[in-house]
């Protein structure tokens, strides 16, 4: 990782939106849960070029559904494109609303990427994973194959159920698609057990089980971080088999985190609580120092209990 004196270039900011999602995923964690209003233009301005000043190299824009602050976020790319020293700009959407207006404000950014939440192509697996009976992923396949034909690069999600590990047809569905939509890579997230999920009959599995399958399957291990192992296909498909950061426990978060922000009005420093601190003005290193020392309590106290 490239040194800088900037001691918060290297922290993905992740900048959440809008609360609001057309679908409804069993797995759903919305963010950690935090009271997040919908991002409006101004507020959101003054924190991306508080970013700027920090020197930020990833900005990610979440929701909820990112797309269904369409207006803000286009503003938002536009804004980052006019920057001579620009981050790389994520969006992580389910793409029901991605269109050429998106496509085009991304390809004006010089390092963009696009997350789509797919977690299964075949569209009974997706209906049922996505709650919603309107979409299906087939239907996304042009304008993905329209994004992907440019400099954005594409990647793929899926949440790891027991399906990926025990059912072939789960992992060869999801890895056909990604190539039929030209998607950089496939990323597999370890599932995060929620209320709703743990009453759900699609079981998660640890992560080494998919590292295991990979490997029966032949894939090549290239390297692998505290968080994912990252795998090649003999088509040179990229699969990442993710853990949540919070799985890892608090003793890693210095090493995993992000920071988190509700479109510029208030920060939230712990994945864990709901609790956010009001940004209000403030000097951004300010809300940064407080949710520090909010962590550290917080981090103390579980170790405590």
């Known amino acids: 990782m490239e040194k800088t004196d900037k001691p918060y270039a290297n922290r993905e900011a992740r900048i959440r939106l809008t609360p609001k999602c057309n679908y409804r995923c069993f797995f759903c964690h919305e963010e950690g849960g935090c009271q997040a209003p919908v991002a409006e233009w101004e507020s959101l301005k003054s924190l991306l070029l508080a970013l700027k000043a920090q020197g930020r190299r990833e900005i990610t824009f979440t929701g909820g559904e990112p797309l269904l602050n369409k207006p803000v976020l286009l503003k938002a790319l536009a804004e980052i494109a006019s920057w001579d020293k620009q981050p790389e700009v994520t969006v992580i959407t389910n793409a029901a609303l991605l269109d050429e207006a998106v496509v085009a404000a991304l390809e004006k950014c010089r390092k963009a990427k696009v997350h789509v939440s797919i977690h299964d192509p075949r569209t009974d697996m997706y209906r049922l994973v996505t709650g919603q009976n309107r979409r299906s992923a087939e239907e996304l396949k042009p304008i993905l194959r329209r994004l992907s034909s440019g400099p954005v690069r594409l990647k793929l999600n899926a949440v790891l159920t ?61 390297r692998r971080t505290l968080r994912t192992s990252y795998w090649r296909t003999p088509d040179g498909l ?68």
């Open 238 to 305: 990229v699969l990442e088999a993710t853990r949540c950061a919070c799985a890892l426990g608090c003793g890693h978060c210095e090493a995993t985190r992000g920071d988190s922000f509700t479109g510029g009005t208030h920060y939230h420093p712990c994945f864990l609580t709901a609790e956010t601190i009001p940004m209000a003005g403030r000097p951004l290193e300010e809300v940064l120092k407080d949710g520090e020392a909010y962590l550290k309590k917080f981090i103390g106290t579980r170790k405590a209990a």
């Open 162 to 222: 027991d399906g990926f590990v025990k059912d072939s047809s789960s992992l060869a569905a999801m890895l056909d698609y990604a190539r039929e939509v030209g998607a950089d890579a496939v990323k597999f997230v370890e599932l995060l057990v929620t209320k709703a999920a743990a009453d759900w009959p699609m079981r998660g599995v640890p992560i080494e089980a998919l590292n295991t399958r990979f490997a029966e399957e032949g894939f090549v291990l290239c």
